[in-house]
C-alpha cells in the first residue's frame, strides 16, 4: 500500500458502509470470480470482497489471493484485514 492511493480512496475502503459485493466460496480463487470482480471495477470505483471462513486459513495465503487478483484484474488492494480486501480500480 505504499503507491499513490488518494486518502479519500483509502478512507472509503476502511468505511463500514462500504459492503460486501464479491465472495471467494468453497472453490476458491475461481476464473469466475476473476471475471466478476473485472465486471464490478468496471463499473465501481471499489469492490470489497470477502473470503470464506476456512477457504484459506493461513495469512500467506490470503495474501497470495490478493496479489494474485490485483495481477489478473489490473487492479490494487487499497485495505485488507482478516479476511476481507478492497480493491481499487486504477
Do not use: C, H, Y
Request: net charge positive.
Amino acid at each position: 500500500m505504499s503507491r499513490n492511493i488518494p486518502k479519500r480512496v483509502i478512507d472509503s475502503a476502511k468505511s463500514n458502509d462500504l459492503s460486501v459485493t464479491l465472495r471467494v466460496g468453497k472453490d476458491g480463487l475461481t476464473e469466475a470470480v476473476v471475471m466478476e470482480l473485472k465486471d464490478q471495477l468496471k463499473s465501481r470505483e471499489l469492490v470489497k470482497l470477502k473470503i470464506n471462513k476456512g477457504v484459506i486459513s493461513d495469512r500467506r495465503g490470503r495474501e497470495s489471493l490478493i496479489s494474485e487478483l490485483e495481477s489478473s484484474t489490473g487492479s490494487v488492494s487499497v485495505f485488507a484485514r482478516g479476511n476481507i480486501a478492497v480493491f481499487w480500480r486504477v
